[in-house]
């Protein structure tokens, strides 16, 4: 059942809610890291002491148990901390009705490029080569920081009547009135 | 039987896992049916999914959110299949392997079950308690029986994707011949 609804459109907006399908690779990564840093603080912190063995290598130096230890580590590690990682993220326009028709590069690089910002690189490296860079041969703007987005965003939020509806600040009003 | 061991950890993480995917499928069920807009949006998600290609093997993959995305996905895949019939083969040939952390007398541990479980389901809780280590095992290859299944649709699309392939090059192949 679970993997009939994961077949679902990663395109789904945001506003729509979470589905199951959507919450499936984030069970999946919390997974797989979980079963790493058990492998990690079983076998791989050993390594870094003097007396401690790993836990799951067996003493009677069998090879191939050897082997499969380390080889389940090495493709851990790739599935677990890699391709998360390195995994380019799927375009979801803020507003499905007015979707970017190049998405902007901060919104589907990767999370590890997003981190250390190398979804840059090649304007960088453009401008390196040429003495200006054209306004066309900037990158796109994404569209989680349009005006039109933001104001539909904050507006909502920062309208007095949705403050007054809040329930803490009713209850901050009824403390400050008792 | 120690169920504080780090190597059951895998284990009671699927578990949780499995218990609040459950959980949030219940809730997904019993929730109002969604909206009207949500429904044409969700909708035009789908026509702008089949238009992106012309056949099967595109819409599969526009489906995942491209070629670089899906890549990644069948890799994942790939990888937790590996990860699977390495812990079962683990499983196989270590079973009369000593590992350092089992105890001199972890072969008479048997001598002292635990009664309450041994209870409950005395012929189960007795071969966990005789193959501490085996049992230890097989709860991480269930894990990676969760995570294989968590990646099948990625695996279906991958071989829908292959047999597409497939019959494109067949025909080219018979003509050639």
Redesign the interface.
Same mark, same amino acid.
């Given at each position: 059942?679970?993997?009939?609804r994961?077949?679902?459109?990663?395109?789904?907006?945001k506003?729509?809610?979470s589905?199951?399908s959507s919450?499936?690779?984030i069970?999946?990564n919390?997974?797989?890291l979980?079963?790493f840093v058990?492998y990690c603080?079983?076998d791989l912190y050993p390594l870094c002491t003097y007396q401690l063995?790993?836990?799951?290598?067996?003493?009677?130096r069998?090879p191939?148990?050897v082997y499969?230890?380390w080889?389940?580590i090495s493709?851990?590690f790739?599935?677990a901390i890699v391709?998360p990682l390195?995994?380019?993220?799927?375009?979801i326009p803020i507003n499905?009705d007015d979707p970017s028709e190049v998405p902007a590069p901060e919104q589907v690089c990767s999370i590890f490029s997003f981190f250390i910002w190398s979804f840059l690189d090649p304007m960088v490296f453009l401008a390196y080569r040429n003495s200006h860079l054209t306004r066309d041969q900037l990158p796109i703007l994404a569209d989680s920081n349009k005006a039109v987005n933001l104001r539909a965003k904050i507006f909502p939020v920062s309208d007095i009547t949705y403050l007054l509806r809040t329930p803490i600040f009713m209850f901050y009003v009824r403390r400050t009135a008792s | 039987m120690d169920y504080s061991d780090?190597?059951l950890?895998?284990w009671y $993480?699927?578990w949780c896992?499995i218990a @609040?995917?459950i959980l949030?499928?219940c809730y997904?069920f019993i929730r109002p049916k969604?909206s009207t807009t949500?429904a044409r949006?969700?909708g035009?998600?789908?026509l702008?999914?089949q238009r992106s290609g012309d056949g099967r093997f595109q819409n599969c993959v526009a489906?995942?959110?491209?070629v670089?995305?899906f890549a990644?996905?069948v890799?994942?895949s790939v990888?937790?299949t590996?990860?699977l019939g $390495?812990?079962v083969?683990?499983l196989l @040939?270590?079973r009369s392997?000593?590992?350092?952390?089992d105890r001199p007398d972890a072969l008479n541990h048997y001598r002292e079950p635990n009664q309450v479980l041994m209870n409950l389901i005395p012929n189960v809780s007795r071969w966990v308690e005789e193959n501490k280590r085996d049992f230890m095992q097989s709860t991480?290859c269930v894990?990676f029986v969760?995570?294989v299944?968590?990646?099948?649709?990625v695996i279906?699309?991958a071989c829908a994707v292959i047999r597409e392939l497939a019959l494109y090059a067949l025909p080219s192949r018979q003509l050639l011949a």
């Open positions: 059942m679970l993997c009939l994961a077949n679902s459109s990663p395109e789904r907006s506003s729509s809610g589905p199951t919450w499936l690779p069970h999946l919390c997974l797989l979980g079963t058990v603080i079983r063995p790993p836990l799951d290598a067996p003493t009677s069998d191939i148990l499969l230890l080889t389940t493709i851990l790739v599935v391709i390195g995994m380019p993220r799927a375009y499905p | 780090t190597l950890v895998p $993480l699927a896992s @609040i995917l949030h499928f997904e969604y949500q949006e969700d035009q998600n789908g702008d999914a489906a995942h959110g491209g670089r995305i990644f996905k890799a994942r990888c937790c590996l990860l $390495l812990s083969a683990t @040939i270590g392997a000593v590992y350092p952390g991480v894990t969760s995570v299944d968590f990646s099948a649709p279906a699309n």
